[in-house]
């Protein structure tokens, strides 16, 4: 049951409780291990070392809507937890749920991220756990990698340009080819 529906179907408010309490929680305190002291499941399969605290600090988060949840949203929802790093939606569009995998900046990130399994995220409860591997990230291009991707574009550029002013004027292409090529290059 999740905690609201829980508080809301207390018959007296809990704040006449937590006094009486208070001699009691100093004794039951070293008994409650800390959060970031928890353990982590075991990590399945041959797990590359360098990967191992990324996936740490990596949430898995179920039954999301297919229509209506997005990347943002879950970024912003999950702020409210911690430092998030990276977010990527994963699952097939067409289905009514997909999931996603929420990376933060820290392990104790995911703790209190834990915490909100169940809670109605739009239509539906989510679904949270700790994350079995990485997020999958694009590339990072080097300036170098950068530079080269941007001459093939700017190849394909050329070469649609020269297409296109043979469609328009037959014979004229080579002219027009010198001269986007000056543009370019000059």
Known sequence: MPFTTLAATLPTPLEPVIPALAPVLPALTPAIPALADLQQPPLMGNVDPTKVDEIRRTIYVGNLNSQTTTAEQLLEFFKQVGDVRFVRMAGDETQPTRFAFVEFSDQN???????????????????????????????????????????????????????????????MSLYFHTWVNCIFQC
């Open 109 to 171: 990130s995911v703790t209190r991220a834990l915490t909100f399994n169940g809670v109605m995220f739009g239509d539906r409860p989510l679904k949270i756990n700790h994350s079995n591997n990485a997020i999958v990230k694009p590339p990072e291009l080097t300036p170098q990698a950068a530079a080269k991707e941007l001459e093939e574009v700017m190849k394909r550029v050329r070469e649609a340009q020269s297409l296109i002013s043979e469609a328009i004027e037959p014979g």
